[in-house]
């Protein structure tokens, strides 16, 4: 079984995250949402797993992919910060531009509200954000997904 770990928007704030980290390990990848703001080495240094990375709004000076497609498990993931496609408005053209690439797993940030939901098909998951939540508890929250020897995902969102 594959462990993952999956954050967004911690704005160059990572207690958080360490926290997370040293409570939740081990995992065979973390994948961060974008909006890092130049913490890419520290979380790099402390993760003990692979690091994937998507630039989000607010990290102007990196050179993390706007966009990336992986597949995870038996499913093709298509992961962006989403503020390009409008997601504080609903995640209806995000899913439209991942079915458009082939992927049944949209994975996004930018609204600081974890969602984990099917749309049109598209399984959407947004972890929020371990350092600024927007959701109405302003808990800090985290996703983290299994993948088991069938392919098949499960996925949970924790507080923090």
């Known amino acids: 079984m594959k462990r993952y770990l999956i954050v967004s928007d ?7 995250l360490l926290t997370v980290l040293d409570r939740e390990e081990p995992f065979d990848l973390l994948i961060h949402l974008g909006d890092v703001e130049g913490s890419e080495n520290l979380i790099e240094s402390f993760a003990k797993c692979e690091c994937l990375f998507v630039r989000g709004n607010n990290d102007f000076f990196t050179p993390n992919p706007r966009e990336r497609e992986i597949e995870i498990g038996k499913y093709r993931a298509f992961m962006t910060h989403g503020h390009n496609y409008g997601v504080s ?6 899913v439209d531009e991942a079915t458009s690439r ?3 797993l ?9 969602v984990d ?7 959407v998951m947004n972890p929020g954000s371990v350092s600024f939540p927007r959701q109405e508890n302003h ?7 299994t993948v088991d ?3 098949e995902i499960k996925a949970r969102v924790y507080y923090v």
Request: charge should be neutral; hydrophobic fraction near 30%.
């Open 10 to 16: 911690t704005h160059g704030r990572d207690a958080g």
């Open 89 to 94: 408005l609903g995640y209806e053209r995000l």
């Open 106 to 114: 949209v994975l996004c940030g930018h609204t600081h509200k974890p």
């Open 117 to 123: 939901m099917m749309v049109k098909n598209v399984r």
């Open 149 to 151: 020897e069938e392919g």
């Open 102 to 104: 082939g992927c049944d």
């Open 139 to 145: 808990i800090g929250t985290y996703i983290i997904m």
